[in-house]
Nanobody, 119 residues
Framework: QVQVVESGGGLVQAGGSLRLSCAASGRTFSIYRMGWFRQAPGKEREFVAAITWSGGRTYYADSVKGRFTISRDNAKNTVDLQMNSLKREDTAVYYC????????????WGQGTQVTVSS
């Protein structure tokens, strides 16, 4: 079992920055990839960014490339999402998730943290 807990959400003005953090615990040695997803009101959950746990390879949705940066600290078992140049359309509940295999769905999810971008 792996547990993931997000933190760092809040209210920010458009153009501002926010940093989300995800703490993983439990059988973290079994994690292959950590990802961030988001779900806006009335919309489906969508992929934001991901990073492989050991190699640090990163993946980004086109909508956040150049603005968001995902990073990990294996010693602390944390994955951060630095969000810059935030837009109103970035408003959503952000979820952290852990994937145990290279293929398939993400296996463990956090409860989510709200990010609200005001104009």
């Amino acid at each position: 079992q792996v547990q993931v807990v997000e933190s760092g959400g809040g209210l920010v003005q458009a153009g501002g920055s926010l940093r989300l953090s995800c703490a993983a615990s439990g059988r973290t040695f079994s994690i292959y990839r950590m990802g961030w997803f988001r779900q806006a009101p009335g919309k489906e959950r969508e992929f934001v960014a991901a990073i492989t746990w050991s190699g640090g390879r990163t993946y980004y949705a086109d909508s956040v490339k150049g603005r968001f940066t995902i990073s990990r600290d294996n010693a602390k078992n944390t994955v951060d999402l630095q969000m810059n140049s935030l837009k109103r359309e970035d408003t959503a509940v952000y979820y952290c998730a852990a994937q145990l295999n290279d293929r398939g769905s993400y296996d463990y999810w956090g409860q989510g943290t709200q990010v609200t971008v005001s104009s």
